[in-house]
């Protein structure tokens, strides 16, 4: 691996990190931004982006050890670039993921979809973290909303 793969997810991180403390300590900061977009909590993509962040950094660690496990896969330099914009796909995919999500829990419930910011933060955080989990969710909204029934 190289090493800048590294420490470009440790900036992610501590950017994150950064933004967080931020976030929390500055009245003025956390005022000026949106507190939700819709019924999406303003933090959702915050959590997509740590996840994707912390994913990448199971990747750098489980693909990166030299023969220290021998079931280990090598590192695969094509995922380099991968690596170092995961975060931000991760804060995208949360942030669709969310909005499928309540796409989804509105057409499964007849009536008011009652949910808190915890729900959208824990499953941005897994969009974030599971590209699949985000892609399963995506191939059902399309096959729910696209799909020819079979009559």
């Known amino acids: ?3 800048w793969v590294f420490w470009v997810q440790l900036i992610w991180l501590l950017a994150l990190l950064a ?4 976030f929390t300590n500055d009245a003025a900061f956390r005022h000026a931004l949106p507190h939700s977009y819709g019924r999406i909590p303003v933090e959702v993509p915050w959590f997509g982006a740590l996840g994707g962040s912390l994913v990448s950094f199971t990747g750098i660690f489980n693909h990166n050890r030299k023969g220290l496990d021998p079931k280990s896969v090598p590192w695969d330099p094509k995922y380099n670039i991968w690596h170092a914009v995961r975060p931000l796909i991760g804060a995208s995919t949360a942030g ?5 999500l309540l796409l989804t829990l509105r057409a499964a419930t007849t009536g008011t979809v009652t ?6 933060d824990a499953a941005a955080f897994v969009f974030g973290y599971a590209e699949s989990a985000f892609r399963q969710l995506v191939g059902a909204v399309t096959n729910a909303l696209f799909k020819p029934s079979n009559v």
Not at 19 to 22: E, P, R, S, T, Y
């Open 1 to 3: 691996m190289p090493p």
């Open 19 to 22: 933004l967080f403390l931020i």
């Open 96 to 100: 669709v993921g969310c909005v499928l």
């Open 115 to 120: 949910t808190d910011s915890v729900t959208f």
